[in-house]
């Protein structure tokens, strides 16, 4: 009579908790992801909504900013914002500095979602949170959330933000004030900036209004729109008098994001699933040592019971 291997049963015992855990965690996490991923997310009409941010406008006020925190009723409503977080959907970034050689000095860059024709964070969404409306904003429904982020590793600016004092741990992004423009209304911050630096409007006019600014004063812009094509082009438009990157925009090929996404996307539950299975499989081990008593059980690997 051979007498019992623990390690032997451990490590059965290990892989077949693992493959259940595996094979579980694949049927719940893969599927979402291949139907995501087949299915196109919504795509805005030719008369989709979008806004113009002229920078050279722009005095830094941050009327925009505070207008925004009210409309969607953010905490800390009259606190000035200096961060995409979760009291704040927008803010106005500082770029360069007041002794800049340039005789204008610092520019003011107004930062929230960029809206895009063909957002990288829908592709990215597991469970339907986060949708492209034909109207131009991508809206987000917090009941469907589940918390994986995975729209901040799709989004190339860095937009999506992640609750983390919130036991849900809930995303906040502008939604480019979807419930005003449903009641006939510009978006709040288009509504409060007292210099234009900020307008709404219907893409389209937008971009040939942000043209017909720069071939009417060239000296002033520089002679591109940022959002254009960036991206495979978004709802928020860009002028500047200096290079983009230099207020921090990304550079960005004209290919859209959700490809790219995707193909994260359906190796990301593989992954998960291996690291989740890992530990069910340690768990269930420890488990059922913890049954058995170890005065029953050799130590001896190779000694077998005397036949005689």
Known sequence: MTTINAKSLTRRDFL?????AAFALWLAGATPVSANSSASSGEASADAFGVLIDVTRCQGCNSCALACKKANGM????????????????????????????ANGTRWVKRQCMHCLHPGCVSAC???ALRKTAEGPVTYDSSKCIGCRYCQYACPFGVPTYDWGNPLGLIHKCELCNKRLNAG???????????????FGRRKDLLAQAHARINSAPDRYLDKVYGEFEAGGTSVLYLSDVPF???????????????????????????AASVAALATGIHFTRKNQSHHDPDQISHDHDKQEDPS
């Open 75 to 102: 905490p800390d409503a009259e606190k000035v914002p200096d961060c995409l977080d979760s009291s704040s959907l927008s803010f106005v970034d500082e770029c360069g500095t007041p002794d800049s050689t340039d």
């Open 16 to 20: 077949k908790s693992t493959g259940v």
């Open 245 to 271: 990157e230099e207020l921090g925009l990304p550079t960005l090929s004209d290919q859209s994001v959700p490809h790219y996404a995707e193909s994260v996307m359906v190796k990301t539950p593989v992954v």
């Open 126 to 128: 597991t469970v339907g």
């Open 185 to 199: 209304e510009q978006p709040a911050c288009v509504a409060a900036c007292p210099t234009g630096a900020v307008q």
